[in-house]
């Protein structure tokens, strides 16, 4: 297995940090509604821990296609890790949904905390010999 990148590392802790920060504000908001319990709280652990897993399989997945040589190589591996992360997440949202020990909003919602993380934080690819 190569080395994990740094940039993926660095990236991962800050989604990491934000998701943390988001989900214990979704958790508050629980909290002041009234309608805080465990499966509040085992949902918003659900929800987020994968959604920076997510994020992290995302970032090996670029790090390994960007030292492909082939292209349509590249392309294929990516559009399998996007497929294979998009199943994943289903079987989050469905276990979360299914099981009772888990509220089903709070698995859902951290799922889309990453992104907007990434669009508050302004985090951009980077371009090698460009950004560095």
């Not at 629980?30 to 499966?39: A, Q, V």
């Not at 390994?64 to 992360?85: F, G, I, P, V």
Request: with cysteine.
């Amino acid at each position: 297995m190569p080395k994990l990148d740094p940039v993926v590392r660095k990236e991962t802790l800050r989604i990491g940090l934000g998701t943390m920060i988001c989900t214990a504000v979704m958790l508050l908001v629980f909290f002041l509604i009234g309608k805080f319990d465990l499966t509040v709280l085992y949902g918003g652990l659900l929800g987020g821990g994968f959604a920076v897993f997510n994020f992290f399989l995302l970032g090996l997945s670029v790090q390994r296609t960007t030292s492909q040589e082939d292209a349509k190589k590249a392309q294929a591996k990516m559009q399998m890790s996007y497929t294979l992360r998009l199943l994943l997440m289903a079987a989050v949202v469905i276990v979360g949904i299914q099981l009772p020990c888990f509220h089903w909003v709070a698995v859902v919602v951290p799922l889309i905390f990453p992104r907007l993380i990434i669009f508050f934080l302004g985090i951009k690819p980077k371009r090698k010999g460009v950004d560095e």
